[in-house]
C-alpha cells in the first residue's frame, strides 16, 4: 500500500464553544458533465474540501466530438484544463487514475499506489468505450468516442474518394441491480449526428452519387429512447437523405472491405463508423461491492449507492442512467449534490428524479435537430425542433459550456427553454389547419 494522500487544509473552523469543527472531505471522481456539476453544486459547502480526481488534465466537452470528426473543428475547442479550474474555485485537483476502492475503509488507491481517504465519495467517471470489444476496430474501424478517435476520423475522411459507408453501435449488456430501461445501444444521437453530417460533407464534395450509407441498429427500432412522434418527424429526414437504416443487427466484427453481423449478414464497406459497447471502468469492477454484475454502480432515485451510504453517483457509469446522455449525466448530478449536501448539512430539497432525452444533433450545413423526449420514462412530451434554430441552440449551448468552464446555462434559462418548446409544438399541433 502506497502512502496517506495529504492534503492542503482551508483554515480551521471553530464552533461556538471554540471547539475545532472537522471539516468533510469529499472526493469527486471525473471531471465530466457529471463531475464538474457536482463540483459546482457542492463547492459552496463551508464545513467540507473538496477534491476532484481525474486521469485526464483536461474536461472533454463530448458533444463536440462529430464536429472534431466530420467538420475539422479543432481538438483545443473541446478541452477545458482542469487544475486552474478546480483551485480557483477553492477546490484540489488531483491529476491520477484510481485503481481501487476500499468503501468499507472509505478510502481509494491512485494508480501510483498512493492512498486518499473520504468522508464522502461522488463517483462520476463515466462509461469506458470498449474498442477492442470489435475484432478488427483497431485495424478498419473508426469512431467518434473521445479526442484521440474523433481526429483520426478526420484525417480519414480528408482521403476519402466516395464509396460503402457503415455506420452504427455496438451492443451493450447491462446488470439487475436497478429498474431501468434496457437500451440494446444506450445512446444513438452520435449516430443521427454522423449520418447526417457525412451525407452533407459527401454532397458538399461532389461525392454523394458514388457514396452509399447503410445504418444499423442492434436496437429493435432505431433511437430506442424515444417515442412515436420523434420517430415520425426523423423518418422523413432519413428517407430524403437516401440512407438506409436496419435494425436488430449485432456487430460482431469489422474487416477491410465489410463488416460482420451475428446473423451471419456481411455489408460491404470502404468505411466503417461505430459507436464501440459501453463498459464499466476496471476499478468499479475490482472493487468488492462498488459496481453490479455488469461493472456499473447501483443507486437508489437519490443517486446514494445501495450499500454504502456516504458514496453517491452520477452520469454514464451509474446503472440508473439509461440512456446515457449528459442531459442525464447533469440532472443525477443535481440530484446527488443535492442529496449529499442533505447528508452532511441536514438541509436543502433533493428534486425529484425526473429523466428525459434532451439532446440536439447537428444534421450539418447549418441545420439540426433538437429532441426532447421523456416517453422512455411514460411522460407525455415527444417532440422535435429542426432548422437553423436548433442549429443555433447547439451552438450557443456549446459555445456557452466551453467558454464559462464547465457551466450550464441557467435553470430559469433551460426550464423557460423547454417550457416554450412544449408549448409551441402542443399549439402547432392541436390548431386548426
Given at each position: 500500500m502506497g502512502p496517506l494522500v495529504r492534503h492542503s487544509e482551508r483554515p480551521v473552523e471553530r464552533d461556538n464553544d471554540g471547539g475545532m469543527v472537522k471539516k468533510k472531505r469529499i472526493v469527486i471522481l471525473g471531471g465530466g458533465f457529471a463531475g464538474l456539476r457536482a463540483f459546482y453544486r457542492l463547492n459552496r459547502l463551508g464545513d467540507s474540501d473538496i477534491v476532484l480526481v481525474d486521469p485526464r488534465d483536461t474536461s472533454l466537452v463530448r458533444p463536440l466530438l462529430p464536429e472534431i470528426a466530420l467538420a475539422g473543428k479543432m481538438v483545443s475547442h473541446a478541452l477545458i484544463p482542469l487544475r486552474p479550474l478546480i483551485e480557483h474555485h477553492g477546490g484540489e485537483f488531483v491529476h491520477g487514475g484510481v485503481s481501487a476502492v476500499d468503501a468499507k475503509e472509505a478510502q481509494l488507491t491512485l494508480s501510483d499506489g498512493r492512498r486518499m481517504a473520504y468522508d464522502y465519495l461522488f463517483i462520476a467517471v463515466g462509461a469506458r468505450k470498449d474498442y477492442d470489444a470489435i475484432p478488427g476496430y483497431r485495424a478498419h474501424g473508426y469512431s467518434v468516442c473521445d479526442d484521440l478517435e474523433a481526429p483520426r476520423l478526420y484525417e480519414r475522411l480528408r482521403r476519402f474518394e466516395g464509396g460503402r459507408v457503415v455506420i452504427g453501435s455496438a451492443r451493450s449488456s447491462w446488470g439487475s441491480r436497478v429498474t431501468a430501461p434496457d437500451l440494446a445501444a444506450p445512446c444513438?444521437?452520435?449516430?443521427?449526428?454522423?449520418?447526417?453530417?457525412?451525407?452533407?460533407?459527401?454532397?458538399?464534395?461532389?461525392?454523394?452519387?458514388?457514396?452509399?450509407?447503410?445504418?444499423?441498429?442492434?436496437?429493435?427500432?432505431?433511437?430506442?429512447?424515444?417515442?412515436?412522434?420523434?420517430?415520425?418527424?426523423?423518418?422523413?429526414?432519413?428517407?430524403?437523405?437516401?440512407?438506409?437504416?436496419?435494425?436488430?443487427?449485432?456487430?460482431?466484427?469489422?474487416?477491410?472491405?465489410?463488416?460482420?453481423?451475428?446473423?451471419?449478414?456481411?455489408?460491404?464497406?470502404?468505411?466503417?463508423?461505430?459507436?464501440?459497447?459501453?463498459?464499466?471502468?476496471?476499478?468499479?469492477?475490482?472493487?468488492?461491492?462498488?459496481?453490479?454484475?455488469?461493472?456499473?454502480?447501483?443507486?437508489?432515485?437519490?443517486?446514494?449507492?445501495?450499500?454504502?451510504?456516504?458514496?453517491?453517483?452520477?452520469?454514464?457509469?451509474?446503472?440508473?442512467?439509461?440512456?446515457?446522455?449528459?442531459?442525464?449525466?447533469?440532472?443525477?448530478?443535481?440530484?446527488?449534490?443535492?442529496?449529499?449536501?442533505?447528508?452532511?448539512?441536514?438541509?436543502?430539497?433533493?428534486?425529484?428524479?425526473?429523466?428525459?432525452?434532451?439532446?440536439?444533433?447537428?444534421?450539418?450545413?447549418?441545420?439540426?435537430?433538437?429532441?426532447?423526449?421523456?416517453?422512455?420514462?411514460g411522460g407525455a412530451v415527444d417532440l422535435t425542433l429542426g432548422g437553423p434554430i436548433a442549429h443555433l441552440f447547439k451552438w450557443s449551448f456549446d459555445s456557452y459550456y466551453f467558454h464559462t468552464h464547465g457551466h450550464m446555462p441557467p435553470d430559469a434559462l433551460t426550464n423557460g427553454m423547454e417550457q416554450l418548446l412544449v408549448r409551441a409544438f402542443n399549439d402547432t399541433h392541436t390548431s386548426p389547419r
Open positions: 444513438e444521437g452520435p449516430i443521427i449526428e454522423i449520418m447526417f453530417m457525412l451525407d452533407h460533407e459527401l454532397r458538399r464534395r461532389g461525392l454523394h452519387e458514388g457514396s452509399a450509407i447503410r445504418v444499423f441498429s442492434p436496437g429493435k427500432i432505431f433511437v430506442e429512447d424515444v417515442g412515436p412522434r420523434v420517430h415520425a418527424d426523423l423518418e422523413p429526414l432519413v428517407k430524403a437523405s437516401g440512407i438506409q437504416v436496419e435494425t436488430n443487427k449485432m456487430l460482431r466484427a469489422i474487416h477491410q472491405d465489410h463488416v460482420e453481423f451475428d446473423d451471419g449478414a456481411t455489408w460491404e464497406s470502404d468505411l466503417a463508423i461505430v459507436i464501440p459497447p459501453y463498459a464499466a471502468h476496471a476499478f468499479v469492477k475490482d472493487s468488492v461491492g462498488l459496481g453490479d454484475e455488469q461493472g456499473f454502480i447501483p443507486t437508489d432515485q437519490t443517486m446514494r449507492h445501495l450499500d454504502f451510504d456516504n458514496i453517491y453517483a452520477a452520469g454514464d457509469g451509474t446503472a440508473l442512467a439509461m440512456p446515457k446522455l449528459g442531459h442525464i449525466a447533469v440532472h443525477q448530478a443535481d440530484v446527488g449534490a443535492a442529496a449529499l449536501r442533505r447528508a452532511i448539512t441536514g438541509q436543502g430539497e433533493i428534486p425529484s428524479y425526473r429523466p428525459e432525452v434532451f439532446c440536439i444533433a447537428n444534421r450539418g450545413g447549418g441545420e439540426a435537430t433538437l429532441i426532447l423526449s421523456d416517453a422512455l420514462f
